[in-house]
């Protein structure tokens, strides 16, 4: 009874906090675009003008400031903005891959060699300022760009899984170096030094966050034929397993981390506010399978059958079970159906 209570206090100050937060966090970032549009006589495209606005706000007020809260206070102004550029940069670095805007030699140079690199349109000018301004900022930029290099490989590497012929280890290799060190780039952004635990938590987070995005975009990725471990899944239990299996890392961190216990708590559940996503796209495979031995054919599913509608609120509750479940700092393998 008493998790329950505490757990209630701390999912209705979540929600409550993301919605404002959030909303100051995109009003924030909308005239922040705009100043840059002005400054660099230039337009981003619609689609990456709402994908930075929504990746920054949902960020801010779910990750970033869970971090900054295990330090006792919350995201500073400064590292809001770092938060903005970081998304500028991703957003425009996914362009560069996806729409093949750069050819590789080119997205190594503007990323590694900023300094030397003239630009020639303005995405390029856009990636080029938000890029040194991260730069500029920062203390530690030797260990950032260790991470970096693995970020743009992992990147680089993502571009064979539109081959068929790919190895199930090769994608999970892909799909955790490319998600764990997006994220993990993120710890360089904010003025406190982390623990070797958080760090852990940064990078498993990242792992996960991709894992879920790849669950809810089985249906677009089979239209694309981009070979992914949720596209590629046959057998929803040994997805189950593999996804928990970062979870329970995470969480052995969490409870290493030397901070107050109710710290460790808001963080914890926090944290399964985010991956829960993730264990709701299992769980829809779950139900897919039906208890069989193998999931039926995805490509043959409608499209109903592999979205899944945050909106509805069943399945809001359905996350509101996941979050409360795996939020705890003591923990067991038992699994909410």
């Known amino acids: 009874m008493l998790y329950l209570f505490k757990f209630s206090f701390i999912i209705i ?44 706000s949902v960020f801010l007020a779910i990750v970033n400031d869970a971090f900054t809260l295990l330090h006792g206070r919350k995201t500073n ?5 770092r938060s903005i550029n970081y998304f500028i940069c991703s957003s425009i670095f996914d362009n560069f891959f996806d729409e093949k ?35 500029n900022g920062m203390q530690d930029t030797e260990d950032y760009f260790v991470v970096l290099r693995k970020e743009f490989d992992a990147q680089s590497a993502s571009m064979r899984q539109f081959d068929k012929a790919i190895s199930n280890q090769e ?63 046959t057998d929803a239990y040994a997805m189950e397993r593999l996804y928990l299996k970062q979870v329970y890392a995470m969480k052995k961190n969490i409870a290493a981390l030397p901070y107050a216990e109710n710290s460790k708590r808001t963080f914890s559940i926090s944290m399964a506010a985010t991956y829960a996503l993730g264990l709701m796209g299992i769980d829809q495979l779950k139900r897919l399978q039906q208890g069989s031995t ?21 399945n809001i509750w359905r996350w509101i079970k996941f979050v409360y479940h795996f939020g705890k700092l ?8």
């Open 13 to 56: 100050r979540f929600g409550l906090r993301l919605v404002f937060v959030r909303k100051k966090a995109e009003e924030h970032a909308i005239v922040y675009l705009q100043c840059m549009e002005e400054k660099l006589q230039g337009k981003f495209d619609d689609a990456t003008f709402k994908k930075v606005v929504k990746s920054h």
């Open 77 to 81: 102004a400064g590292e809001q903005e």
């Open 101 to 135: 805007l750069l050819g590789v030699d080119q997205i190594e140079s503007v990323t590694f060699q900023p300094k030397q690199f003239i630009p020639s349109t303005f995405d390029q000018k856009a990636f080029l300022q938000a890029h040194l301004f991260l730069l």
């Open 171 to 233: 994608i999970q290799e892909i799909t955790f170096e490319k998600g764990g060190n997006a994220v993990l780039m993120c710890r360089y952004y904010l003025d406190v030094q982390p623990t070797k635990e958080e760090e852990e938590c940064w990078y498993q987070l990242g792992t996960m966050i991709q894992l879920s995005n790849d669950l809810f975009d089985i249906y677009k990725d089979l239209q694309h034929d981009n070979q992914t471990l949720a596209v590629r899944c």
């Open 294 to 314: 193998q999931l039926p054919s995805l490509k043959l599913l409608p499209r109903e059958s592999l979205i899944i509608d945050m909106e509805k609120p069943i």
């Open 330 to 337: 003591s923990y067991t393998s038992k699994q909410v159906s």
